[in-house]
């Protein structure tokens, strides 16, 4: 009764049973694998963002890459700020989803180094190939606090490094990048600041990092596996049902061809 599964039809049912089955256990784990990344993540942001504050000149130095350890440290730096070099970050939202820039001011310290530092969101300019109005940057020495980030590549970001922009105006918060544009050392990374809070309540400051939000990766992982333990569940019903539906069959089969044989046997008998 299951020679039915050596037919083409339930051949290629069966290897795509078997296809699915690996396919959806390693999409689980895909998505496993982002739940512990995603926690890993958050840990690292708390630890991270409740340390104690310490100077920048502890934490990089020009051309150094910001080792993932140290994202979002907080960070102090002295110094004034260069508004000559100023520039804006294009396509940047707010806490509101607002598309708008970010203010990325040289922050000159005393040893005369560089560190950039994200002032925060302000609205972009009415036309693409206008400087938005800045809010002005406070005069004289200052010191400011704010979590070290790393460079922004295309590759980390996704964000296109376009070229032939407006005049001051850039898509990456890169070091490198600025530090040809000044013609001075900058320090790797930058900081996003967060005090002290600017007049006016203008740039925006940008938002602590979310590390309380896990997503929804740890139920993805569980679907699947559950689509995987669906799929043998499922063949063998159906093998179950064609077995029945065959028997069946053939059980209407013997019930239809029995009075034709009765009656050939009566047509078959002798009279007296």
């Known amino acids: 009764m299951y020679r039915f599964l050596l037919s083409r039809q339930w051949v290629i049912l069966t290897l795509i049973a078997l296809v699915l089955v690996p396919t ?38 020009p051309g150094h890459t910001v080792p993932r350890a140290d994202y979002w440290k907080p960070a102090t730096a002295t110094g004034t700020f260069d508004t000559a070099h100023e520039v804006v970050v294009r396509r940047r939202t707010n ?16 040893d005369g180094r560089i560190v950039l530092v994200n002032r925060g969101w ?14 002005p940057a406070p005069k004289g020495e200052v010191t400011i606090t704010g979590r070290l980030k790393a460079d922004e590549t295309t ?15 850039v898509m990456l918060i890169n070091s490198g990048q600025q530090a040809e544009l000044i013609g001075r050392e900058v320090l790797g990374g930058y900081l996003e600041q967060i005090e002290p809070a600017p007049t006016g ?7 602590e990092p979310d590390h309380d939000s896990i997503g929804a990766h740890m139920a ?27 028997e069946a069959a053939a059980a209407r089969s013997d019930d239809s061809g029995a ?8 047509q078959a008998t002798p009279s007296r």
């Open 24 to 61: 959806m256990i390693e999409l689980g784990f895909w998505q496993f694998h982002r739940h512990e990344r995603r926690v890993a993540q958050n840990a690292l942001i708390a630890d991270s963002v409740a340390a104690k504050p310490v100077p920048v000149e502890e934490l990089t130095s």
């Open 155 to 169: 590759g980390a970001s996704g964000i296109k490094d376009l070229k032939g922009l407006p005049d001051r105006q």
């Open 95 to 110: 806490s509101d989803d607002r598309v708008g820039v970010h203010v990325l001011t040289p922050l000159v310290l005393r």
């Open 259 to 266: 009075p034709e044989k009765n009656a050939d046997a009566i």
């Open 122 to 135: 302000i609205p972009a300019a009415a036309d693409q190939h206008s400087f938005p109005p800045v809010p």
């Open 201 to 207: 309540d203008t740039p925006e400051l940008i938002p």
């Open 220 to 246: 993805y992982a569980v679907q699947w596996w559950l689509f995987a333990a669906g799929v043998p569940v499922g063949w063998v019903i159906l093998v179950r049902r064609e077995k029945r539906d065959q």
